[in-house]
């Protein structure tokens, strides 16, 4: 099949699950007709309660299917524990709540805990509640989630269908997916060899005949987690299609309520846990008759390794050793994943492919005029755009007001900000508005980055100032253009990196934030200058721990009434 041709069916396949799922959206479901629970897990209580105000409001918008219980559950306080950490608390908070009755139960499990960190403009609110260029009312992650797999429950048998908050599978089948089997069951999109030294690998037993059709049911020997391409092709991972080498690679799992069972007296063994746990690397390893104890050993994918982790992994391995993990391959199929800013302005305003298969627009939910040669490559979500505002190739405005000849360039993002008259954001920019408490009050503060800054790259202490990078220069040269100098800056948290740096004015009011923040970055770009405040000048990270949610909310909300007012 030409990619033309696999296109044209992608997109038609996705646009029948969207147009199911906008039947249903807002509607009272019947039971059986869709998911009996939704959970959405979270890294703490703070995001928790974030989550469950969001979800209650889109109830009320009627963006969501109602008559079903939509759960968040937060990891338990202190160490973190990962999305394998993640999946068996919530299965034994539902266990609690429910007892047998979740034998019962068609379960969607996503995991949405984490701060969001390479895409800052989802930090604040969450990344399942990212928003996406099609809708309406927009569509946020969490509905592209449930649309996409929207046929799942009625073919699935009582389990629990594992995914994350972050990508996007498309999937075009003559006839439906069934989750019958019992054991793990995943899903396996064709991919390069390149993808599969960043994704867990499937090495599939032999096929009982040749033919290549658009869903195959296949049983797994065993699971690599981003192996080297010389370990998958000595594994036997490597298949031929299409003249070219292809591997298998994962995206989202079912468990049925047999191996939910034994997760729970997994989990009843290792609690508390004090390591982090990979819900795809540290359970599908320990699947399949060619799984071995070696990979509970290999830490060289885990960010911080605590004394406690191998020991635990082994007791996954033996716990787990000998449970089925059935493949279904969906050979007409893409995984796209939105976890980056590079990813995210790729997808939303370059890619021609996910834009046809999704039938996203220039322009969604939003009252804007953009220019004819804008409307192929930017992308405005929820925002109010006054017709002399101007916005460039490659750059996405979201849940945003910009007034008359405002500019914004190229492959810039542009988050929950009310930009004031004949204002110029820079060229790979990346601003975000957010309201924050601060002595009990509640004030604004505008972030920026470089599209390509590195958030999470840490230093050993303030001296090393000059080792991290801010557009385009090093740090140490911004904070001279901001009239600081090297001891003036100040980090927040207990790691030295852009995250945790404290260096965003605090001000009154939305417009006067993003005015000073703008000061700041064009100085930094060395035109104009800024002499910063040496006191209340606060980082990302200290602003999301006081985060003001009403606030942000209530923002989106008066956009959202101006745009509906304008339809």
Not at 39 to 54: G, K, L, N, W
Not at 194 to 207: C, R
Not at 328 to 337: G, M, R, T
């Amino acid at each position: 099949m030409t990619e033309l041709s696999k296109n044209s069916h992608l997109q038609k396949a996705t646009q029948e699950k969207l147009e199911r799922f906008n039947r249903i959206r807002g509607k009272e479901v019947k039971p059986g007709e869709f998911w009996d629970l939704v959970v959405i897990t979270a890294v703490d209580e703070d995001q928790r309660s974030a989550y469950e105000v969001q979800i209650r409001e889109k109830c009320d918008r009627k963006e969501l299917p109602i008559g079903i219980t939509y759960h968040v559950f937060a990891d338990p306080p202190g160490y973190k524990i990962g999305n394998g950490g993640s999946t068996l608390h919530s299965l034994q908070v539902l266990s609690d709540q429910y007892g047998e009755n979740l034998s019962r139960f068609r379960i969607i499990l996503i995991h949405a805990g984490g701060f969001s960190q390479r895409l800052p403009n989802s930090s604040a609110l969450g990344k399942i509640f990212t928003a996406l260029p099609l809708g309406e009312p927009l569509y946020q992650m969490l509905e592209l989630k449930l649309a996409m797999y929207v046929d799942f429950p009625s073919h699935m048998k009582p389990g629990v269908l594992v995914t994350c908050a972050d990508d996007i599978e498309l999937y075009s089948v003559s006839d439906s997916i069934v989750f019958d089997k019992p054991g793990f069951t995943a899903l396996a999109h064709p991919s390069p060899l390149s993808i599969g030294t960043t994704h867990g690998v499937f090495v599939l037993e032999p096929a009982e005949d040749s033919e290549i059709r658009d869903v195959e049911y296949r049983t797994c020997f065993q699971f690599l987690h981003k192996p080297s391409i010389e370990r998958m092709r000595k594994s036997g991972a490597v298949c031929r299609k299409a003249d070219e080498d292809v591997v298998y690679t994962d995206s989202t799992y079912y468990v049925d309520y047999g191996s939910v069972l034994t997760l729970l007296s997994l989990f009843r063994d290792i609690r508390p846990l004090r390591c982090e746990i990979d819900a795809y690397g540290d359970f599908l390893q320990g699947l399949g008759p060619g799984a071995t104890v070696e990979y509970t050993n290999d830490t060289a994918n885990v960010t911080k390794t605590e004394s406690s982790l191998v020991g635990i992994r082994k007791k996954i391995f033996h716990c787990l050793k000998g449970t089925p993990l059935n493949v279904i391959l969906l050979n007409e199929s893409k995984f796209y994943h939105l976890g980056t800013t590079e990813e995210y302005l790729f997808h939303f305003t370059v890619d021609p492919c996910l834009r046809a298969e999704l039938g996203i627009l220039p322009a969604t939910f939003s009252v804007c005029q953009l220019e004819a040669s804008e409307e192929h490559t930017a992308c405005v979500m929820h925002s109010v755009l006054h017709p002399c505002a101007s916005v460039s190739a490659g750059t996405v405005v979201e849940y945003s007001r910009l007034e008359a000849k405002v500019t914004i360039g190229t492959r810039a993002i542009v988050s929950g900000c009310w930009i004031g008259t004949e204002l110029s954001v820079p060229s790979e920019t990346l601003m975000h508005s957010l309201s924050t408490t601060l002595d009990g009050k509640t004030v604004f503060v505008t972030v920026a980055f470089g599209i390509r800054d590195d958030l999470k790259k840490r230093v050993s202490g303030p001296a090393d100032v000059n080792k991290l990078e801010l557009f385009g220069a090093t740090l140490e040269e911004c904070v001279s253009r901001w009239a600081l100098c090297a001891e003036d800056v100040r980090f927040s948290g207990d790691m030295c990196n852009l995250w945790n740096c404290c260096l965003f004015p605090v001000c009154k009011d939305m417009k006067s934030s993003f005015a000073a923040t703008l000061e700041m970055v064009w100085a930094a770009h060395g035109k104009g200058k800024v002499s910063l405040p040496r006191s209340t000048r606060l980082s990302l990270q200290e602003i999301l721990q006081n985060k003001d949610l009403e606030q942000m909310l209530g923002f989106r909300k008066e956009l959202y009434e101006e745009i509906v007012a304008n339809k």
